[in-house]
């Protein structure tokens, strides 16, 4: 049988076990990374898709991909579903989620867009990332 040899290159770029992955996930986001929104009269805390999507490349080694895999809309909202797929050492695994928002909304972004970005969120915390902003305090 013979040995295969990876280069240290190799060993830092390819899919990491999906374990670790999870592991880092699971850390609290940094608050430099978090921005902080009004909603009638609460202040949510969450972390912009654009971060996610740095965060996810950086635990991941960039091996992960995620993919609008429905749409639909009512008279008054738009509702998004996303996959999220980290490819790992052990294989790909893969998280979804909804979002939406109202067709009405007056807020920063369109409808479709603030849906997908919601929905891509929620597929990540499926894997532990930011889940943390979820929890409420009592």
């Keep these: ?20 992955i999870l592991k880092d996930l699971a850390r609290p986001i ?3 990374h978090l921005r902080e929104k ?5 202040v949510l805390t969450f972390c912009p898709w654009y971060r996610t999507q740095k965060i996810l490349d950086h635990y991941t080694r960039g091996h992960w991909e995620s993919r609008v895999t429905g749409i639909t809309t009512s008279d008054e909202r738009v509702f998004v579903t996303v996959r999220v797929t980290i490819h790992a050492a052990e294989g790909s695994f893969s998280r979804e989620a909804t979002g939406t928002e ?11 867009s603030n849906a997908e970005s919601m929905a891509f969120r929620r597929a990540c915390a499926k894997f532990g990332l930011g889940l943390h902003l979820y929890e409420k305090e009592d």
């Excluded at 009004?38 to 609460?42: I, P």
């Excluded at 109202?102 to 479709?112: E, H, I």
């Design 1 to 20: 049988m013979e040995a295969t040899h990876h280069t240290l290159a190799e060993i830092e770029t390819g899919p990491r076990p999906l374990a670790d």
């Design 102 to 112: 109202r067709l009405s909304v007056n807020a920063y972004g369109d409808p479709s």
């Design 30 to 32: 940094p608050a430099r």
């Design 38 to 42: 009004k909603q009638g009269s609460a």
